[in-house]
């Protein structure tokens, strides 16, 4: 299973970024994809999530109604869409996949994948945000 995040660039503030994580060597839509970053000299945040079969979506409060996360089964790519972005917003964003999620608790308390669950990581893709 390999992971592949891209879409980063440098924005200016209010504009939008959409990022892609594509996954391969998958061998069915019963995972869990999570999407995080990391901001020079801060912990890593976890930001959104979203069950691949279904589509379940999760956010964290920090961007919720700002950041959108889908799925496109037939392209194995899960997608975060950055909208009105701010300064702070500029990090390092990852994506990360829970290959075990549709077989644990979490799947049916209706949760996203804790960051301790995820098993495989993509590399960061930089987004910039800056007048």
């Known amino acids: 299973v390999q992971l592949q995040a891209s879409g980063g660039g440098s924005v200016r503030p209010g504009e939008s970024l959409t990022l892609s994580c594509v996954g391969s060597?998958?061998?069915?839509?019963?995972?869990?994809i999570g999407w995080f970053r990391q901001a020079p000299g801060k912990e890593r945040e976890w930001l959104s999530g979203?069950?691949?079969?279904?589509?379940?979506?999760y956010y964290a409060d920090s961007v919720k109604g700002r950041f959108v996360v889908s799925r496109d089964n037939s392209k194995r790519t899960v997608y975060l869409q950055l909208n009105s972005l701010k300064p702070e917003d500029t990090a390092v964003y990852y994506c990360?996949?829970?290959?075990?999620?549709?077989?644990?608790?979490?799947?049916?308390?209706?949760?996203?994948?804790?960051?301790?669950?995820?098993?495989?990581w993509g590399q960061g893709t930089l987004v910039t945000v800056s007048s």
């Open positions: 990360a996949v829970d290959l075990n999620y549709y077989s644990s608790n979490y799947y049916y308390l209706n949760q996203a994948s804790p960051t301790s669950e995820y098993d495989v």
């Open positions: 060597r998958f061998g069915s839509e019963y995972y869990f």
């Open positions: 979203i069950s691949v079969n279904e589509g379940r979506t």
